[in-house]
């Protein structure tokens, strides 16, 4: 199974490229950051953007070459479509990476 640090590093290599693209912060949630996925967990990414034109279809490439750069499936949620109640649950949880 791919370690947390390596899913960490894959992200961060394409850090110039998802900024480039409107992703201004990005940071893992979910069973990856808390240690508990199973091999087929996916990869759940909590990313905002600065761009207002930033789309469905941006975030779909997006999520797609993350997936793609990783090597498993992976889950993209907009920080700003959060609830206030899957916010508080997640931010112990979080691990930022940019």
Do not use: C, N
Not at 20 to 27: L, P
Not at 38 to 66: N, W
Request: proline residues 3%.
């Amino acid at each position: 199974m791919m370690s947390q640090d390596e899913i960490k590093r894959r992200i961060l290599a394409m850090q110039s490229e998802l900024q480039a693209r409107g992703v201004s912060h990005i940071a893992l949630f979910g069973s990856r950051a808390r240690g508990d996925a199973r091999p087929d967990s996916d990869v759940d990414l909590m990313i905002d953007v600065d761009d207002p034109r930033f789309s469905i279809i941006d975030l779909v490439g997006v999520e797609q070459d993350l997936s793609e750069h990783i090597g498993l499936p992976v889950q993209i949620t907009l920080r700003r479509s959060l609830s206030e109640r899957l916010a508080r649950a997640t931010r112990d949880e979080r691990i930022e990476l940019f």
